[in-house]
C-alpha cells in the first residue's frame, strides 16, 4: 500500500518560468520485516499467545451457570468472574484506569516502550498477520519480488488465500469482542441462523474492519502516526531508562570483512554493516541512527544482531538494552540495575501499590447489598386511626451478589417508630433490584413537632451476615 501524494508545482530560482512538481508528503515504501530467532522473539511470542489465550477463551468460560465474564449493558450488570459490579460501582474503572496510567508510566520510565514490543494489541495481531502472510507467500524476499511481478494466477491465489485467512481471523476476532457484551453462546446461535441484532452486526463488522486494516495494511502507520504513546514517551524517558541501543563505540567503524579477518587490523568496529538490525525492524528504522521515536521497542534487531555476531564469533550486545548513563560512564550490569530504583520510579510503585491496595481493601469489603432510602416528598405526613403520624418513604434495594438474601427493615430515632406498608422480610433474588415504597409510623404524643432526624437500618435476616446498611432521613410530624 502506498500513501497518496500531494504534489504542486513550485517556482524555483535562478529559472525563470521553469516551474518544478515537488512531493509535501513521502511515499510510505512497504516494510517487509526477515524473519527473526531469538529470547526476544521467543518472549514476544509467548505473549501472544497469552494474551490471545485470554482474549479468545475467555467469553467461553463459565461461572455459577452464566458466562464468566460478561458486561450485560442493557442489564447494567458487569460480570468478572464471581464479582458482580453495578453502574454505582464506576469507581473501580477509574482505579483500573489509574492502576493501568502508573503502570504504563513505570514500566517506560524503567525500560522503555516494553508495552508496545510486546502486548499492544496493534503490535500483537501485526506479529500474526505477518505470520500468516509469511507461510503462505514465503520469506521477505519472496514476498517483495511478489508484489513486484504482474498479476498471474499464482499471484492472484497467494493474494486471495491470504486475505482470506485475514478476513477469517478479523471476524472471529470481531465476533470473541462482542462476545463479552452479549453472552456469546448466544451469540454463536444468532449468528448461525443469521439473525443478528443492528448493532451487535455493527460493532462485529467494525471491530473485524479495524483489525483488518490496522495489522494487515497499515502496521507500522498506526504506531509512527495514529498512535499518541509515540509522541509523548520521550518525557518518560530518562538517562537511566533501559531503552534498545547501539553501541557506536564497539561498532565503528562499519564495514564488511571475512570472518576471519581481525576487524582492528582493518581500522572496524564489529559492526559488519550487514543491515539485518535493519531488515528485521517492523518500523524500517536503523537503530544505529540513535534513539528514535518510531522505535517500538520489540528488540527484534537485538536479536537479528546477535545472531550475526555468533556467525562472526564476536561478543553479542552491540545492539542491546542499556542506558544512557550506562553507555557513556562504561557502567557494568549491576551498576546499570541498580540506577533502576531512582525517585520517579520508587514514586511510581509506591502510588501504585497504594491504589491496588486500596481498591482491594474496599473491593474486598463492600458491602453486599446497597440501599437508597429517601422521604417521598410528594407524599404529605397525615395521621391515621390509633394517633399516629405516618411519613412514606422510597426504598431503592440492590443484592450485588448472585446470592439470595432475606432483609429486615427497622428506624429508631424516635420513641414508637415502627415500619408498615411492606411485607417483611424482604426476599431479594441473586443480582435483584428492587424498588418500594414503605411507611414509617410514630406516635403523634410522642414526638416532638417538626422534623426529626431518624436512622433507617436494612439488615440480613440471616445471622450469619454481619453487614448492615444505616441511612439517615426525617420524620416529619405537622
Known amino acids: 500500500m502506498v500513501a497518496n501524494v500531494k504534489s504542486i508545482p513550485i ?40 494474551t490471545q489465550l485470554v482474549f479468545y477463551g475467555t467469553p467461553w468460560l463459565s461461572w455459577n451457570g452464566r458466562q464468566a465474564v460478561l458486561f450485560d449493558l442493557g442489564a447494567r450488570k458487569f460480570y468478572i468472574f464471581g464479582i458482580l459490579f453495578w453502574p454505582q460501582d464506576f469507581i473501580y474503572l477509574t482505579v483500573l484506569l489509574m492502576i493501568s496510567a502508573y503502570s504504563l508510566f513505570l514500566f517506560t520510565t524503567v525500560a522503555g516502550r516494553l508495552w508496545c514490543g510486546y502486548v499492544c494489541p496493534q503490535t500483537v495481531y501485526t506479529e500474526i498477520f505477518l505470520w500468516i502472510e509469511r507461510t503462505i507467500e514465503g520469506d521477505h524476499v519472496a514476498r517483495k519480488k511478489l508484489d513486484d511481478n504482474h498479476l498471474t494466477a499464482r499471484k492472484f491465489g497467494l493474494k486471495a488465500a491470504k486475505h482470506t485467512a485475514w478476513i477469517a481471523l478479523s471476524l472471529w476476532t470481531g465476533f470473541t469482542f462482542v462476545g463479552f457484551f452479549t453472552p456469546i453462546r448466544t451469540l454463536a446461535g444468532e449468528v448461525a ?24 495494511w497499515m502496521r507500522e502507520q498506526v504506531c509512527k502516526y495514529m498512535c499518541p504513546y509515540a509522541r509523548f514517551q520521550g518525557v ?12 557506536e563505540e564497539r561498532g565503528e567503524a562499519r564495514g564488511a570483512r571475512s570472518k576471519k579477518a581481525d576487524p582492528r587490523a582493518l581500522g572496524l568496529g564489529d559492526c559488519v554493516d550487514c543491515d539485518i538490525c535493519v531488515q528485521v525492524c517492523p518500523t524500517g528504522i536503523d537503530i544505529r541512527e540513535g534513539q528514535q521515536y518510531e522505535c517500538i521497542g520489540c528488540a527484534a534487531c537485538i536479536d537479528g544482531c546477535d545472531q550475526v ?12 538494552y542499556a542506558s544512557l548513563n550506562s553507555m557513556k560512564k562504561h557502567l557494568g550490569w549491576m551498576d546499570m540495575l541498580r540506577r533502576i530504583f531512582r525517585p520517579r520510579v520508587l514514586i511510581y510503585s509506591a502510588l501504585l501499590w497504594v ?57 429508631t430515632g424516635l420513641e414508637g417508630l415502627s415500619v408498615s406498608g411492606i411485607s417483611l422480610p424482604i426476599e431479594m433474588g441473586p443480582a435483584e433490584t428492587r424498588m418500594l415504597t414503605f411507611t414509617l409510623r410514630a406516635p403523634v404524643d410522642r414526638a416532638p413537632k417538626g422534623s426529626s432526624h431518624i436512622m433507617i437500618h436494612v439488615a440480613p435476616v440471616d445471622q450469619q451476615h454481619d453487614f448492615a446498611l444505616h441511612e439517615k432521613s426525617i420524620f416529619f410530624i405537622p
Open 11 to 50: 517556482r524555483t530560482a535562478g529559472s525563470p518560468g521553469a516551474d518544478v512538481e515537488q512531493d509535501l508528503y513521502e511515499v510510505r515504501k512497504k516494510i517487509y520485516p526477515r524473519a527473526v530467532h531469538g529470547w526476544f522473539v521467543r518472549w514476544r511470542w509467548a505473549l501472544v499467545f497469552a
Open 193 to 216: 441462523a443469521f439473525s443478528l441484532g443492528p448493532w451487535e452486526m455493527f460493532w462485529m463488522l467494525f471491530y473485524a474492519f479495524a483489525t483488518y486494516g490496522n495489522a494487515g
Open 236 to 247: 518518560m524517558f530518562d538517562r537511566d531508562t533501559l531503552v534498545i541501543t547501539y553501541d
Open 309 to 320: 555476531m555468533d556467525k562472526m564469533g564476536y561478543e553479542r550486545g552491540l545492539i542491546r
Open 355 to 411: 491504589i491496588i491496595i486500596a481498591a482491594s481493601v474496599t473491593l474486598f469489603y463492600r458491602s453486599p447489598v446497597k440501599a437508597d432510602i429517601i422521604r417521598d416528598r410528594n407524599t404529605m405526613a397525615r395521621e391515621v386511626p390509633g394517633g399516629l403520624i405516618e411519613n412514606v418513604y422510597r426504598l431503592q434495594i440492590m443484592n450485588t451478589e448472585e446470592v439470595a438474601r432475606k432483609l429486615s427493615v427497622t428506624a
